[in-house]
Each structure stands twice: as C-alpha cells, then as structure tokens.
C-alpha cells in the first residue's frame, strides 16, 4: 500500500483531503486527464456510549505512547 503524509503537503491540500465527507469524490487531474480518484472513507467511529470520554490531553498521551512504542520496534 502506498502512503502519503498530510504534513507533508500544503495547508491548504491537506484540508481538502482530510474534509472530503463519507462517499464523496476527489478527482486528481494532471494534464487535463483523470490520474486518479479519492473517495472519502467513513466517519471516525465514535466512542461507546457507555464509555466516559477521555481529556484530550490523555488521548495525545496514549497516542504519543503508541508511536515511541511502534518507533522503538521498528528501530
């Protein structure tokens, strides 16, 4: 699977990627012909009911976590 970090993009792209809404479509165009077509994916799931909702700061933390812990794997 190819990637593609939205860091490494524009502003301005990366907020017309990230905003495309459940099924619809981007068309990429070079040249005048069709290169390729993005379809937005659906919607983050959101967290049971049932579950109380986290401060963001904790969410950021096991994130972090995440990361180093797949970043020391990987290295």
């Keep these: ?5 939205l860091d490494d993009l524009p502003p301005k792209l990366a907020q017309l990627l990230t905003g495309l809404a459940e099924g619809e479509e981007l068309l990429l165009v070079q ?3 069709v290169a ?8 983050a799931p959101k967290a049971a009911d049932d ?7 904790e969410q950021a933390k096991e ?3 995440q ?4 970043m020391e794997d990987e290295f």
Excluded: Y
């Design 1 to 5: 699977m190819k990637r593609l970090d």
């Design 31 to 33: 040249d005048g012909m």
């Design 36 to 43: 390729a077509r993005l379809t937005g994916g659906a919607p």
């Design 51 to 57: 579950e109380p909702e986290r401060p963001p700061e």
């Design 63 to 65: 994130i972090f976590e």
């Design 67 to 70: 990361f180093r812990s797949l």
